[in-house]
Nanobody, 125 residues
Framework: VQLVESGGGLVQPGESLRLSCLASGFSVPTYATAWFRQAPGKEREYVAGFSRTGGYTYYADSVKGRFTISRDNAKNTVTLQMNSLKPEDTAVYFC???????????????????WGQGTQVTVSS
């Protein structure tokens, strides 16, 4: 299993970025997949994700209404569209996946066995 994130960068407040997570070694619709982020000096934070069947999607309150997670089964990718970015969104963003993640553990990073290397998102004027 391999996860490769891309799309990070430096943007100004109010701008948008689109992160992609390319999965290999498994089929995206069969795993729970999620985006987490970690800012310097802070704990890892759940951002958004899908349950294994895709029937449940959860967004952290801090990104609700601004971020949208989607997945493309044909391309085996999970995408995070980030709009109206704020300086507090600055972090390294990680893609995570797991086949046995139950719904009640979707926001728990420890429940995911597979992680990407991360991509830096910096929001600054």
């Amino acid at each position: 299993v391999q996860l490769v994130e891309s799309g990070g960068g430096l943007v100004q407040p109010g701008e948008s970025l689109r992160l992609s997570c390319l999965a290999s070694g498994f089929s995206v619709p069969t795993y729970a997949t999620a985006w987490f982020r970690q800012a310097p000096g802070k704990e890892r934070e759940y951002v958004a994700g899908f349950s294994r069947t895709g029937g449940y999607t959860y967004y952290a309150d801090s990104v609700k209404g601004r971020f949208t997670i989607s997945r493309d089964n044909a391309k085996n990718t999970v995408t995070l569209q980030m709009n109206s970015l704020k300086p507090e969104d600055t972090a390294v963003y990680f893609c995570a996946a797991g086949s046995g993640v139950i719904t009640s553990s979707l926001r728990n990073g420890a429940a995911y066995p597979y992680w990407g290397q991360g991509t830096q998102v910096t929001v600054s004027s």
